[in-house]
Each structure stands twice: as structure tokens, then as C-alpha cells.
């Protein structure tokens, strides 16, 4: 059970770390990122419906599609509200969530979806440790994606331009950085991470409409506890939740498991408001 | 105020008062539910408009305040009289705790509103395991008599709720526009725009902080009490969700924040659009769930990206008010 927990929530953490990267730079809460999961979700069940593509090579084109998605968000709706009040920029993020999650709706219908592999039945023996085959394959997706996207902080031009931009934005703004540009690839690869997160979880659990808005509050809760901005922290929390989740579900009611999180999050938001690895602000 | 703002109030309040017996029981069910946001509203916009904190958490007070008055009455008989002092004292109590753990460790912005989510959540997952109040399967209080007015135990017609929801929006706005004339409100008000500044001016942020949490959520409470005795029935999936708290704060957020007749005007159209939107839909035979949310997020889009204060200033303006 702690293993599957940690395997799972290696996914949420993915999925927490693209609201982590786009807060920590652009500075808005992404009230949509749940309903962009599942949109995620969906894409991959057509896609395995529709040509018979395994979800771990459908990540490749939605993930291209999310990132220009994302990428056209920001710079036509997000960016102009940069300097508004934080509820204008909520409202707006709700108002697309609202968009999100009806259209799915009217597309798909309230059924749940999913995607049949041979491998899902499947598992290997660790030890006395049973490990599903697609549990372990979408932790692993998730662990590759997030290194990559370490990597593209810490090693690229562009990436070292984001952190600029995060850090000071009047100076990286003095010295001719192309702030707006940033901020609009910076939510492309929050979708990115979104989109390789949906891919992955959807071969784990069925997927209907109404599971954005409990992704987006997930994710919250994940970033909170692992610190909002920090990007080992996403990953952390996701793992903390993920293990916390699958015990509280096995020891306790589990319909109490997520009241557990919620706890666990009012915990770390009182004496650590900056999350477990976060900087203070 | 102005002599034709006043006129206008008056004029609107007599309208008000006069609604009941001008229309049908449709139109007036849609002019409950319209008060109803705009009192929610209202006590809303106390914390966020007047002293700047933004709360997503405010279904928290409703559920508390409605599963309170309700449990009293459902098991003891007890009229909600008894029962929405007890409300407004817990919700009141919910809110200082919830307002010192929060303001003592500094924490605001984006993460003082996560924190009142997630202190909504917490209490909706509690309540699904609260036996005697029903837990997920929802508290049922006794249908009201339609045809008799029980004051004791508000029960009665759809006009006494009209009344008594009217009543307190009234009260709400009387109460707020004097709240934001006064001392506090103008300390709520230095705070909002900026808390250093205000700090360094020798204000209490705290205590005022703290005050506008108390003020608003037994507010909210009553608001809760309201909706346990009109609806009768209570389920923590619902009257918790944070789509409730969405729904209180989209009225203010739409009419204009901080202002005293954004929460109403806010609440009007709102509640107008959606039910505008569900029989222009049934008119045209457009039968496919959640085209209507569709309808209403494009519109809530567009009237964020272009009246970024709301409506009620743009219209305040040109009214010259």
C-alpha cells in the first residue's frame, strides 16, 4: 500500500508541480489545473479509442498540444490581468474552470472513461511487494518529466531567463528580458506537466468531468504542503499526500482519507506557511 | 450620498416591498434567491471589500450556521430564534479562530484564502460523519405549512421568506454603509490598500483584521440559518462545496467589490443570467447538460476582462451617483 501510495503520488506531484511552476513564476493560482488535467485525460481515451494509441506515447502530442494551449492562455488572458487584484485573476481562472469542466460535459457526458491495456492487470514481484505495472510506469513518466524539467531550469538560457524573471521582475525587465513571452512558456510547461500527468493517471483511475475541480484542490493541497513555487516540494507533497491517502483509505473510513490531507494542510499552512522546502517569501 | 442617490434607494426599496404582490410565485422564489446572494454577499464583501482579505471559505459559515439551526430545531423543536444566536455565536467563534491562527502567523494573500478552503473542506468531510445530523445523507427538517404564517418557528409561505430575506439584505446595507463611515471603516479601508502604511500609522491591523472576520462571518451565519428553514433540506457535499463560497463571492466580485451595491446588483444579474440562459436554452430546445455553465463562465470572462472594477462603478459613474 505505502509503495502504491508513493508511486501515485509521484503522479499527483507532477501534476502539483505544474501549478507550482506557474505560480512560482507568473504569480497567479491556476484555479483551472484540475479541469486542464482531465482535459488531459480525455485526450488519451480518444486518442486509445479512436487509433488504438497507448497512453504513454500519446503523452508526446498532447503534451506538445498542452504547451501551446497554455502558452496562448497566458498571453491572451492571464497576462493582462498580471497587476490586477489577486480576486480578478481568481475570477477569471474560475470563469475558464467553469468553461473546462461544462465543456467536457457537453462533449463526453457524465460517464466515466478509461482506457483498457494489457498491462494494467499486470504486476511485478518485489520481494513480497506487489507492484502494478502501470502504477509503476506513470511514476516513472512522472520522475523523467520532472527531471527534464529540473534540468531545463538549472542548464537552459531560457530557463535561466524564467528564474530571472521570478526572482525580479523589474530587473528582468531592465535588463530587456521579453517578461511577457516568459510568462506565457512558463504556463506552457505547467500544461506540459499537466498534460504528462493526465496521460499517466489515466491509465490508474477512470476519468469523468466532475474530477477537475477535486484535482485543482488536490494539487493545492500539494503545493501548500510542499511549498508553493518550490519544485522538489511539488513532488514531496504529492508523495505525502499519495502515501497519506492510501493509509488513511486502508486504516481510517476511506471516505475520511481526504479530510486527512486537508488537515495535514492547515497543519503546514499555521507553522510553516511557506510549505516544507519552501523559501521564505 | 447624494439627494438622487437616495431617491433612487427609496424608490428601489419601495419597489422592493411592493414585488410580492405585482408578480407570481415563480418570479418571487427568483427574487428570494436574488436576496439571499446579496446578503451573503454582503457580509463577503466586509471581509474582502472593506478590509481586504480575501476568504474563499465562506460556505463554511453557511454550513455551520445552517446544520446548527437546523439540528435545534430537528431534534428539540427548538424555532430557529433560539437556534440563530447559537449560530451566529459558534460561526462568529469559527471565524476569530480560523481569523487569529491565520493573521498571528502572518499568513495572507493567495495563502490565507487556500487556508480558508481548506478549513471548509476539513468541516464538509467532518459533517459527512456526523450521525445525528444526518451525515452525507443529509438533514431533512419538516416542510412548512404553506398556507399558515408560523413566525416562532419561521415557517410559513414563500411571502413570509420573501420578507424576512428582504428584511435582513435591508438591515445588511444600512449596517455596512454605516460600518464603512465610520472609524473602522476607514481603518479596514488603510489596511486593504496597504498594510505596512497602516501598520506604520499607529492602526492595530490585528485587531481590525480580526474584527471584520468576526463581523462577517456571524453575518454569513445568519444568512446559513436562513437557508436551513427555506431549502429544509441540508447535505455537507452541498451546502460546503467550495462552489457554494464561489457562488457567494462571484455577486460582490461581478457588481463590484468594496463597494456598498455591488453585492446586490452583483446577485441580481447573476441570478438573472443563469435563469435567463435556462429558459432561453428550453426555448430553443437545447437540451445538452452544462451548456448553460458554458454560457455563464464565457460571460463571466468577458465581464472580468473588460469592467475589471464591475459593474456597479461603471454604472455609478455615468450615473454620476
Not at chain 1, 176 to 198: D, E, M, P, Q, R
Not at chain 1, 247 to 262: D, R
Request: proline share 4%.
Amino acid at each position: 500500500m505505502v509503495v502504491a501510495g508513493v508511486l501515485t503520488g509521484l503522479v499527483y506531484g507532477l501534476m502539483a508541480l505544474g501549478l507550482s511552476v506557474i505560480f512560482g513564476v507568473v504569480r497567479v493560482v491556476n484555479f483551472a489545473h484540475g479541469e486542464m488535467m482531465t482535459i488531459a485525460m480525455y485526450a488519451a481515451t480518444i486518442l486509445f479509442a479512436a487509433l488504438n494509441v497507448d497512453p504513454f506515447l500519446a503523452v508526446l502530442p498532447i503534451a506538445a498540444a498542452f504547451f501551446v494551449f497554455g502558452y496562448a492562455l497566458q498571453k491572451g488572458f492571464i497576462n493582462p490581468f498580471i497587476t490586477r487584484p489577486e480576486h480578478s485573476q481568481f475570477m477569471l481562472l474560475v470563469a475558464v474552470a467553469i468553461i473546462m469542466v461544462n465543456g467536457l460535459l457537453m462533449v463526453f457526458g457524465p460517464d466515466a472513461r478509461n482506457v483498457q491495456t494489457d498491462y494494467q492487470l499486470e504486476s511485478f514481484e518485489v520481494g513480497k511487494v506487489l507492484v502494478d505495472k502501470a502504477r509503476l510506469y506513470a511514476a516513472g513518466l512522472a520522475v523523467l518529466t520532472a527531471a527534464g524539467l529540473f534540468s531545463f531550469f538549472r542548464f537552459t538560457l531560457t530557463g535561466k531567463a524564467i528564474r530571472a524573471c521570478a526572482d525580479n521582475y523589474l530587473g528582468a525587465k531592465v535588463v530587456g528580458l521579453n517578461v511577457k513571452h516568459l510568462y506565457a512558456f512558463t504556463f506552457g510547461l505547467g500544461s506540459i506537466c499537466v498534460a504528462v500527468a493526465g496521460c499517466a493517471m489515466v491509465v490508474l483511475v477512470d476519468v469523468t468531468p466532475g474530477l477537475g475541480p477535486y484535482y485543482t484542490l488536490l494539487a493545492f493541497v500539494i503545493v501548500i504542503v510542499g511549498g508553493l513555487g518550490s519544485m522538489g516540494g511539488a513532488l514531496l507533497g504529492g508523495v505525502l499526500i499519495g502515501v497519506s491517502e492510501a493509509l488513511a483509505g486502508l486504516y481510517i473510513v476511506p471516505s475520511a482519507k481526504s479530510m486527512f490531507s486537508f488537515g495535514l494542510l492547515i497543519l503546514v499552512l499555521l507553522f510553516r506557511p511557506q510549505g516544507l522546502l519552501g523559501r521564505k517569501a | 450620498m447624494n439627494r438622487r442617490a437616495a431617491a433612487g434607494l427609496l424608490i428601489l426599496a419601495a419597489l422592493l416591498v411592493a414585488f410580492p404582490w405585482m408578480t407570481g410565485p415563480y418570479a418571487l422564489s427568483v427574487a428570494t434567491l436574488i436576496l439571499y446572494f446579496a446578503y451573503a454577499g454582503q457580509a463577503w464583501n466586509v471581509m474582502m471589500g472593506f478590509a481586504g482579505q480575501l476568504s474563499l471559505g465562506h460556505s463554511l459559515y453557511v454550513g455551520v450556521g445552517a446544520y446548527v439551526a437546523g439540528g435545534i430545531f430537528f431534534h428539540w423543536g427548538i424555532g430557529p430564534w433560539a437556534g440563530l444566536w447559537v449560530a451566529i455565536v459558534l460561526c462568529t467563534l469559527l471565524g476569530l479562530v480560523i481569523g487569529f491562527l491565520a493573521f498571528r502567523f502572518g499568513i495572507s494573500g493567495v495563502y490565507f484564502a487556500l487556508l480558508t478552503i481548506a478549513f471548509a473542506e476539513f468541516t464538509r468531510i467532518g459533517f459527512d460523519h456526523i450521525a445525528p445530523l444526518g451525515g452525507p445523507g443529509g438533514l431533512f427538517l419538516k416542510v412548512a405549512q404553506r398556507d399558515t404564517i408560523d413566525l416562532l418557528n419561521f415557517r410559513g409561505p414563500p411571502i413570509m421568506y420573501y420578507y424576512a430575506i428582504l428584511a435582513l439584505t435591508a438591515g445588511a446595507f444600512i449596517a455596512c454603509w454605516k460600518l464603512l463611515h465610520s472609524k473602522v471603516g476607514y481603518y479596514w479601508q488603510a489596511i486593504r490598500e496597504d498594510e505596512e502604511a497602516a501598520r506604520a500609522l499607529g492602526i492595530n491591523v490585528f485587531r481590525w483584521k480580526m474584527l471584520a472576520m468576526a463581523i462577517s462571518s456571524g453575518m454569513t451565519a445568519i444568512a446559513g440559518v436562513f437557508f436551513a428553514f427555506y431549502y429544509n433540506n441540508l447535505f455537507p457535499e452541498q451546502i460546503f462545496n467550495i462552489s457554494r463560497s464561489i457562488e457567494i463571492i462571484l455577486g460582490p466580485i461581478i457588481g463590484g467589490v468594496g463597494t456598498l451595491f455591488g453585492p446586490i446588483l452583483g446577485a441580481a444579474v447573476l441570478t438573472l443570467l443563469s435563469d435567463g440562459i435556462t429558459e432561453a436554452f428550453a426555448a430553443m430546445g437545447l437540451d445538452i447538460p452544462g451548456i448553460k455553465q458554458v454560457f455563464y463562465g464565457v460571460v463571466l470572462l468577458v465581464v472580468v476582462m473588460f469592467l475589471p472594477h464591475g459593474i456597479w462603478p461603471a454604472i455609478a459613474r455615468k450615473l454620476r451617483l
